[in-house]
């Protein structure tokens, strides 16, 4: 039979790996989808080959931070569901302080990978066609496959990056079609140059 002091024991393991994972999956989805979200708001430039790193992993960083979050919640709520009384004490005291921080650190990782993945789904279905962006242009209209966006992120950075070019009226980056269409006055600005800009960012025109 387990004495008390091994409860505790397990107990405390337990919280201390519960945590460890939630806020691992935290992490990972903030390095994937948060990073990238700060580049491109603080308009950054000269780091194209961590946008392309994340931009190639991104999904599978998605998807193994879900599934940890997920293992998480399932081992926090079947330890809590096996909390029986050994010899007075029960493994897990789902009133003390460190439970309630545990319950806590869940709820906030499962927030931040929700977030960061009903994003990047709402990035992927909601762009239509292209018909009013070309209605409502100023000047020449562009438009480049590109290879390697996977997210919203992506887009964001794309479109901060080649706005900062002198010339340039609008961009539209989409993950769905994998394109960047640029609205420009091309008097200033060639294909090339606006080619060189999206390949700055890290991923590539398919020419």
Known sequence: MKTKESNVKQNKDSKHLIRGSALLSGGLMSLCCGVPLVIAILGATGIGFLNKFLGEYHWFILFSASAIIAGSWYFYINERKRCTVENGH???DVNSTSNKITKYVLMLSTLVVITFALLNIYSFIKHGDNKLFYAQRTG?????????MTCASCEMYIESTVKKLHGVYKVKASTKKKSVIIDYDDKTL????????????GYRVII
Not at 140 to 148: A, D, K, L, T
Not at 193 to 200: F, T
């Open 90 to 92: 029960c493994k897990i």
């Open 140 to 148: 020449v209209i562009s438009e480049f496959n590109v290879m390697g």
């Open 190 to 201: 060639t294909k090339k140059r606006l080619i060189e800009a999206i390949n700055l960012t």
